[in-house]
């Protein structure tokens, strides 16, 4: 356990004016409400929560002392192999303070508590993870975008992120618990489907989940999620859930608490819910996170990206954002197509973008530009994200890129009418690619400094070299038999 000091949160100055007060008010709901768990998350590197669950007195020192924790977890890839040897090599990480793995310390951020609605007597809150010196974590992805919503701030202004996720929900037919399926990685669920897919926005085939899309919703909005549609998608059992416009930070927030609720819903109801991007089940079709994003002054809420005069579609301002993004597309996959499945949905007209262009109005192009002159709701939208990624790192991306774009003056050429078609860059077709154009990319690595930059091409070099000395199914059936 951490030696932590009895006002640690306050020594250190890690909150802001209005955390202390949510704090002592939160102080006061738990009591009325009669809270006695609080589940303290942690997003870590993947983007999934990890963390622990405090009892409701020891959650009031927690918010003195911030909670021991195990940053152990940072060094974990999906399946929880280390990255590297967990004693006397950490120092590949070039974070001395990580040595030997000791503890260190999440702080609660009082504005982000909720209450699930799904579990009784429980509270949820989201933290920063802090070494125990009171420094930041230097790999916690949270304090990644921080940086680049301050940036941003600096100049006046704030990202504004619409959320568009797709994934699956099946019926759960196996869990596989017996000893011999509990490795790690565990053997998958056995699922079953729970409607047929491929009459797209049919009210017949919504109506045959609507008892799932439901119980997501109920819960979702009483979390205090802003839900804008709930919908069947494409493929068998495919949903596809958007959110109203929300600041850059509460939206990586919500993605996070968004991604663990639905996982958790569905699981205590019998059925089996998946962000990955493409299941191996049959007839199933690729899911996406497309990502509406549009930059505003914070004095008086103006888009800074609408075109106020000439032809459009967006600001100079705006194109040049867009000029950034595509720029930086190959060296920004890594973090917004970050697994190896999350390449399996990029193909020449398919859904997903195959070229780094852009278009307006046109779902094949990577950055789909929406609006016009005088339009108050003009933005871009990102087409390229999967729906596991780490939102922190994803929308921090996006910023890094497009703003480099906004101070270069990026042009980005004339908009493609036929995006598969256009003369533009090949996106990254493999994790392999992406992290190599990572590598390259120095505006990338200046942004995120060179110990988070080094830290992801570690962990995703270790999960590339686990799947390629891993057999493959189709390796069995192209290979087995024939030679």
């Keep these: 356990m951490a030696t932590r000091q009895p006002q640690f949160i306050a020594d250190h100055g890690l909150w802001s004016d209005d955390q202390s007060r949510a704090a002592e008010e939160l102080l006061v709901r738990i009591e009325r409400e009669g809270i006695k768990y609080i589940r303290i998350g942690w997003g870590d590197q993947h983007g999934i929560v990890r963390g622990k669950t405090v009892t409701a007195a020891e959650f009031k020192s927690n918010l003195r002392q911030g909670k021991d924790f195990q940053l152990v977890t940072a060094i974990f890839d999906t399946t929880n192999h280390?990255?590297?040897?967990?004693?006397?090599?950490?120092?590949?990480?070039?974070?001395?303070?990580?040595?030997?793995?000791?503890?260190?310390?999440?702080?609660?951020?009082?504005?982000?508590?909720?209450?699930?609605?799904?579990?009784?007597?429980?509270?949820?809150?989201?933290?920063?993870?802090?070494?125990?010196?009171?420094?930041?974590?230097?790999?916690?992805?949270?304090?990644?975008?921080?940086?680049?919503?301050?940036?941003?701030?600096?100049?006046?202004?704030?990202?504004?992120?619409?959320?568009?996720?797709?994934?699956?929900?099946?019926?759960?037919?196996?869990?596989?618990?017996?000893?011999?399926?509990?490795?790690?990685?565990?053997e998958p669920p056995s699922v079953s489907i729970l409607s047929h897919g491929y009459q797209y926005l049919t009210e017949n085939r919504g109506d045959e989940i609507d008892s799932v899309l439901r119980l997501l919703q109920t819960n979702l909005e009483a979390l205090g999620l802003p839900l804008a549609t709930v919908e069947d998608e494409w493929g068998p059992g495919q949903c596809e859930i958007t959110f109203a416009p929300m600041r850059a930070m509460e939206a990586a927030d919500a993605t996070l608490l968004f991604r663990s609720a639905v996982k958790q819903i569905c699981r205590r109801n019998g059925y089996h819910a998946s962000f990955m991007a493409h299941p191996q089940v049959p007839n199933v079709f690729p899911s996406g996170w497309h990502m509406h994003q549009s930059i505003r002054r914070i004095a008086d809420a103006e888009n800074v990206?609408?075109?106020?005069?000439?032809?459009?579609?967006?600001?100079?301002?705006?194109?040049?954002?867009?000029?950034?993004?595509?720029?930086?597309?190959?060296?920004?996959?890594?973090?917004?197509?970050?697994?190896?499945?999350?390449?399996?949905?990029?193909?020449?007209?398919?859904?997903?973008?195959?070229?780094?262009?852009?278009?307006?109005?046109?779902r094949g192009a990577m950055v789909r530009v929406i609006g016009g002159p005088g339009d108050p709701n003009s933005r871009l939208e990102n087409r390229i994200g999967e729906p596991t990624a780490n939102p922190y790192l994803y929308i921090a991306s996006q910023l890094i890129a497009g703003l480099d774009g906004v101070e270069k003056s990026r042009d980005p050429g004339p908009p493609s009418a036929a995006a598969y078609l256009a003369d533009a860059p090949v996106l990254p077709r493999s994790l392999m690619e992406a992290i190599e154009a990572f590598r390259t990319d120095e505006t990338i690595k200046a942004e995120l400094g060179e110990k988070f930059w080094n830290y992801l091409i570690m962990l995703k070099e270790h999960e590339v070299g686990r799947f390629?000395?891993?057999?493959?199914?189709?390796?069995?059936?192209?290979?087995?038999?024939?030679y």
């Excluded at 590297?84 to 009082?110: A, H, K, Q």
């Excluded at 993870?129 to 006046?156: D, F, M, W």
């Excluded at 390629?468 to 087995?480: C, H, P, R």
């Design 305 to 362: 990206m609408m075109a106020t005069s000439g032809n459009g579609p967006l600001s100079t301002y705006g194109m040049n954002y867009v000029g950034g993004i595509l720029q930086h597309a190959g060296g920004t996959a890594l973090l917004t197509t970050p697994t190896i499945n999350g390449y399996k949905r990029q193909r020449p007209d398919g859904f997903a973008p195959f070229k780094a262009g852009w278009a307006l109005e046109n």
């Design 82 to 186: 280390p990255i590297v040897t967990p004693f006397g090599d950490s120092n590949r990480l070039n974070i001395p303070e990580m040595i030997g793995l000791p503890d260190g310390i999440l702080v609660p951020d009082p504005l982000t508590f909720r209450t699930l609605p799904w579990v009784p007597d429980t509270g949820w809150i989201l933290s920063d993870a802090y070494l125990s010196n009171g420094a930041p974590c230097p790999l916690s992805t949270r304090q990644i975008l921080r940086k680049q919503v301050e940036r941003l701030a600096l100049a006046g202004h704030e990202m504004i992120v619409g959320l568009e996720f797709e994934f699956y929900v099946f019926k759960l037919e196996d869990a596989k618990l017996k000893p011999e399926e509990s490795g790690y990685p565990p």
């Design 468 to 482: 390629l000395s891993a057999v493959t199914d189709w390796e069995q059936k192209e290979y087995f038999e024939v």
